[in-house]
């Protein structure tokens, strides 16, 4: 039984094998194993053109953390899931997360009791409200450790932190971490040195450097972002939608307070459903009711 650390070096040390019997001759034969199968091959039924979905699919709740515990251990999801109901297809190397039909989140798989493995890009909207968090968030700890938060990340936050304070500062860092999603990493990087070599913590600067870089590369300067995910209605009559009008408007259809803010302040509704607006609790936005 090999000794491996990590489930790539199994996979590693199989396929060097492989390549290893493929050489290997049975008996007095003058064709290797590899060169007998290559007669073969001819001879052989072609393979389904359906692909055969080995992956064990689970349906489990989104926490108050943007979470989800999977065989014991715990992923990050975008904080818009927060208590919806995900559906996770695990193999045996990779974790992806879906909402609905809509890819949502992927992860390598995690093996043991209790480790987690979190993306910053999931609680990025949620650190513009509450930017003292990221400082001492394991999301940012991982990302470090991964290589995904750089030293040009580094140096422009503290240059950020430096000019607009700590709070302005953080939320112009994640402004710029926002720009990952529309724009390829290597861009934005280039967009943050050149910033940085002006003594520049402006966002749009960065942003501009980034297309440039694209451009002068021959890449579109953009990146075409995912379609926004339409919520469902709500099941249940007389309920609002978790999301008032004006959230979903300015934020793609999603709340972004950690807990869901828009939730619908149901007092004080007429019995005959006859209210047409209503004040959403949280966030003190007017809502429509769905009859």
């Known amino acids: 039984m090999p000794r491996v650390e990590s489930l790539e070096e199994l996979n590693a040390h199989i396929a060097a094998c492989e390549a290893k019997e ?58 818009r899931l927060i208590d919806r109901k995900v559906t996770v297809h695990l ?18 798989r995690l093996i043991g009791r209790g480790p987690e493995h979190l993306v910053l890009d999931h609680y990025r909207e949620a650190l513009l409200l509450k930017p003292g968090a990221l400082g001492r968030s394991q999301a940012l700890h991982q990302a470090r450790s991964e290589g995904t938060f750089t030293p040009e ?50 966002d749009d600067i960065v942003a501009l450097e980034a297309r440039k870089a694209a451009q002068a590369a021959g890449r579109a300067p953009t990146v075409t972002a995912a379609p926004i995910h339409v919520l469902p209605e709500p099941a249940d009559l007389g309920l609002l939608s978790p999301y008032c009008s004006e959230c ?13 803010c828009c939730r619908s302040d149901r007092a004080g509704w007429a019995s005959n459903g006859s209210l047409d607006r209503v004040t959403v609790a949280g966030c003190g936005h007017e809502g429509r009711a769905s009859w």
């Open 22 to 79: 493929n050489e290997r001759r049975i008996g007095s034969r003058i064709r290797t194993i590899a060169q007998d199968f290559d007669r073969e091959v001819p001879h052989l039924l072609p393979l389904p053109a359906d692909p055969f979905e080995t992956a064990l699919t689970l349906m489990p709740r989104v926490d108050r953390y943007s979470m989800i515990t999977v065989k014991m251990c715990r992923y990050s999801v975008p904080v």
């Open 153 to 202: 990340h580094e140096a422009f936050w503290a240059l950020a932190k430096r000019q607009l304070g700590d709070s302005d500062g953080t939320k112009a860092l994640v402004r710029i971490l926002l720009l990952h999603r529309h724009q390829p990493h290597a861009d934005v990087l280039t967009g943050l040195r050149a910033a940085l070599s002006i003594n520049s913590c402006n």
């Open 91 to 108: 193999t045996g190397d990779a974790l992806i997360v879906f909402d609905n039909r809509r890819e949502v989140a992927s992860h390598p």
């Open 248 to 260: 979903s408007t300015k934020y793609g259809g999603m709340c972004t307070s950690l807990s869901s």
